[in-house]
């Protein structure tokens, strides 16, 4: 059974740097083929994809984001940690990591951590 | 940027059918997933490469996609439908989101 957990602080200022970690078990995420991915829902808003890493250490990331994002993964401990730098109030939100097989949809997702940015 | 467009809402009385379209350039050359979010929940998958169902899902949920639309059915709507759904797709390798549809059941 896949299961999937964020963690981070709940308030941030404005221009700091958030960072998110994602504890999974159930599947390595050195495994051929698994990979982990990071999605935030702002109040009331649609869900909106930040950044996927797989196994081979691939990472993409949202065009409109890609140059405050940082995936990485820990193999060893079973975790994925997303870095957001430069904070908005507008990064506001609610942030999902979850589990996607090569090919596939997002299959199982944490309960999701919810991020407020405020001075 | 690739982009995915649902309808904001749509509503069905209990029993009948409702369908959640996602619409997209050439939307039917790519594998089109499914979601349903409720109220205070995380996403969960209900259809993913166009059409298969994950286990656990009822058979009431079904999926198409053909042309610059993608279809979510829902047969037999229950009370417990009622959520907001999304599309996603990839476009190479960045992920896309649709602008989500809520269900309302009559």
């Known amino acids: 059974q896949i299961t999937l957990k964020e963690s981070g602080p709940t308030l941030v200022k404005p221009t700091q740097t958030l960072t998110l970690t994602c504890t999974f078990s159930?599947?390595?995420?050195?495994?051929?083929?698994?990979?982990v991915g990071w999605i935030r829902q702002a109040p009331g808003k649609a869900l909106e994809w930040l950044a996927l890493i797989y196994w081979n250490g691939d990472d993409y990331y949202s065009p409109s984001l890609e140059s405050r994002l940082t995936v990485t993964k820990d193999t060893s401990k079973n975790l994925v940690v997303l870095t957001m730098t430069n904070m908005d109030p507008v990064d506001t939100a609610t942030y999902y990591c979850?589990?996607?097989?090569?090919?596939?949809?997002?299959?199982?997702w944490g309960q999701g951590t919810m991020v407020t940015v405020s001075s | 940027s690739y982009e995915l467009t649902q309808p904001l809402s749509v509503s069905v009385a209990l029993g009948q059918t409702a369908e959640v379209t996602c619409g997209g350039d050439n939307i039917g050359s790519k594998n089109v997933h499914w979601y349903q979010q409720k109220p205070g929940q995380a996403p969960v998958v209900v259809i993913y490469r166009d059409s298969n169902r994950p286990s656990g899902i009822p058979e009431r949920f079904s999926g198409s996609n053909s042309g610059n639309t993608a279809t979510l059915t829902i047969s037999r709507v229950q009370v417990g439908d009622e959520a907001d759904y999304y599309c996603q797709v990839w476009d190479t390798t960045t992920g896309v989101f649709g602008t989500g549809t809520k269900v309302t059941v009559l």
């Open positions: 979850a589990h996607r097989f090569t090919g596939s949809a997002f299959d199982v």
């Open positions: 159930g599947f390595s995420v050195s495994a051929s083929g698994e990979g």
